[in-house]
């Protein structure tokens, strides 16, 4: 790789605002603000993310398919939920 041309590439740890749980991963991004947070006795730049996997309606799970056809409903009829 040429030296500098790339982004520095560092650890950060990604927080979901809405439901407090954290990530700890490596991005290039960069934090806007100098918030920090300590985890295993380490410090790491802070990044608020809005929607992550913890809060986000596919992931958990709460996603509800709308359907205003009846095609969902006429499937489930024929072939029944198989699990």
Do not use: C, W
Not at 29 to 43: A, M, V
Request: proline letters at 6%; aromatic letters at 10%.
């Amino acid at each position: 790789m040429k030296p500098g041309i790339h982004p520095d590439y560092h650890e950060v740890v990604f927080q979901d605002i809405s439901t407090g749980e954290t990530f700890l991963t490596r991005s290039t991004i960069q934090p806007k603000n100098d918030e920090k947070i300590t985890l295993d006795g380490q410090e790491y730049p802070l990044i608020r993310v809005e929607v992550t996997s913890a809060s986000h309606p596919f992931y958990t799970g709460q996603q509800n398919l709308v359907d205003t056809e009846g095609r969902v409903e006429k499937f489930r009829q024929k072939y029944g939920l198989r699990k």
